[in-house]
């Protein structure tokens, strides 16, 4: 199996800035992609960010030039971070990770989730 374990979630001051970070494990053989999605109440789950291999990244329009998926050696080691900066109280969701995963080679890709985060960001 697949596990996916966000952290770095919490309450925040419009304007004020929260990292989250997720870590996959488990029987991997590659990942295609990793990306953040949000959920807020009463809403539909919508795209945030994603990143595939390779390192291009691809962002909502409404997070854009605030948000941003670092490219680090952790990439490497399927872990990604979502850096969110200038908050809004619109950001408020909860925040979950997904990865494509091909399990062994050849074979066939996969969606797995976290277990989400919740980001609240207060005026």
């Known amino acids: 199996q697949v596990q996916l374990v966000e952290s770095g979630g919490g309450l925040v001051q419009a304007g004020g800035s929260l990292r989250l970070s997720c870590a996959a494990s488990?029987?991997?053989?590659?990942?295609?992609?990793m990306g953040w999605y949000r959920q807020a109440p009463g809403a539909q789950r919508e795209l945030v960010a994603t990143i595939i291999s390779g390192g291009s990244t691809n962002y909502a329009d409404s997070v854009k030039g605030r948000f941003t998926i670092p490219i680090s050696r952790d990439n490497a080691k399927n872990t990604v971070y979502l850096q969110m900066n200038s908050l809004k109280p619109a950001d408020t969701a909860v925040y979950y990770c997904?990865?494509?995963?091909?399990?062994?080679?050849?074979?066939?890709?996969?969606?797995?989730w976290g277990q989400g985060t919740q980001v609240t960001v207060s005026s």
């Open positions: 997904n990865a494509v995963v091909e399990r062994f080679r050849g074979g066939p890709k996969y969606d797995y």
């Open positions: 488990g029987s991997i053989f590659s990942i295609n992609g």
